[in-house]
């Protein structure tokens, strides 16, 4: 895109975001969805989002609508997504936008208590419920995601907690015994599947041979009741090491290349997702891949926080300045200045989604999930 084209003046004409929802409420996250499930009907929603624009008198700009082909993915290859505990305002207008397109939904989540001891959070059970009634008609499976956080007596929780795998991997009799609490969790939901979401293990090969076993004992439970093994992998992890037991898929988490603790950056690029894909095949031919809604707020004081695509789109739409896509990962990034603190936000939009999702099929890999709902429609 052109320098001249980046100028506060030109972007303040192009990104009137707000005029945009008031005539295409809801045809965002519709465009993404359908964009990634078939031609025609990416075609159709964006005929319908140009009618918008020009009914508001604003103009087609590349941040809102990428020329780059349309990526197409079979009924079979439907995305799963991810449903969480704490962000659950307005999910069930926001799940009725991607009904046709979701092949499979993956509660997140069951963590532990103090004492070790594994629960499903009230809110997660609500929304299943919630969620249920929703698609009493369903054809697709559920997943109770487990995440190894831990809720403290204190109110406090520990995040990625490998003390706590080390306590749950320290023996037979206590790997055992966590396989059966999952597994007991798993049936009183009504759960069609399990998905471990263990992580921080980063390279200690000490605990990966002890989750190795704990796979190896789950996988046979599972088999047994005729559930469902899904287990989540971060790009950390060292698969040249490793030796993965058979009868699970795998699924890559693509995101957080740049986010806390780093420089301004997108959570996924091109080089990013093909070195991943490479390395997946080295784990399994039952893999897939996570990729991420939203995007990080980085501020000139080194703190970073999350947003979702909608906050991000609020803040450009009223301060963003210096708007553009970023050519390797195709996120949008702009700057703004708030209470004399100077930030830049990177974030994913639906032509962002559309090409990642490119880039994997281009590597022969089309399983892919979503990292999350909530905050992906206007409201």
């Not at 963590?111 to 009230?122: M, N």
């Amino acid at each position: 895109m052109e320098k001249k084209c980046m100028k506060k003046k030109c972007m303040k004409k192009k990104y009137r975001i707000k005029e945009y929802r008031i005539k295409v409420k809801w045809l965002y996250l519709v465009a993404i969805v359908l964009c990634m499930v078939g031609t025609t009907s990416c075609t159709k929603m964006k005929e319908k989002q140009k009618a918008g624009t020009e009914n508001t008198g604003t103009e087609n700009a590349n941040v809102q609508e990428s020329e780059s082909s349309v990526v197409d993915i079979e009924d079979e290859n439907k995305v799963s997504v991810w449903v969480t505990y704490w962000d659950t305002s307005g999910l069930l207008e926001e799940l009725q936008v991607w009904k046709p397109y979701i092949k499979q939904i993956n509660y997140f989540a069951a963590y532990f208590k103090e004492d070790r001891s594994l629960f499903v959070p009230k809110s997660t059970e609500e929304t299943r419920e919630s969620i249920s009634r929703l698609f009493e008609d369903r054809e697709f499976p559920t997943y109770l995601t487990i995440v190894n956080d831990q809720e403290l007596e204190d109110g406090t929780s520990t995040l990625k907690s490998t003390d706590l795998l080390y306590s749950l991997f320290e023996s037979e009799e206590t790997m055992r015994k966590h396989s059966n609490d999952i597994l007991q969790v798993t049936l009183d939901g009504g759960y069609d599947g399990i998905e471990i979401d263990y992580e921080a293990i980063r390279d200690d090969m000490v605990l990966w041979e002890k989750y190795l076993t704990f796979l190896h004992l789950l996988t046979k439970l599972t088999k047994e009741y005729n559930l469902s093994l899904r287990v989540l992998l971060e790009p950390s992890t060292p698969v040249d090491d490793i030796q993965f037991p058979e009868g699970i898929e795998y699924i890559m988490m693509c995101y957080n290349l740049y986010g806390y603790g780093t420089k301004p950056g997108p959570k996924a690029n091109r080089d990013f997702l093909i070195e991943l894909a490479d390395k997946m095949k080295k784990v399994s031919n039952r893999r897939g891949y996570a990729l991420a809604t939203g995007g990080f707020d980085f501020s000139s004081d080194g703190t970073t926080a999350a947003v979702t695509l909608v906050e991000a789109m609020a803040v450009q739409s009223t301060e963003g300045d210096n708007i553009h896509r970023d050519e390797q990962s195709q996120c949008i990034v702009f700057t703004y200045t708030k209470q004399n603190m100077a930030h830049e936000v990177w974030y994913a939009d639906g032509d962002t989604l559309r090409y990642w999702t490119k880039v994997l099929k281009e590597e022969g890999e089309r399983n892919i999930s979503i990292w999350r709902l909530g905050g992906t429609i206007l409201k």
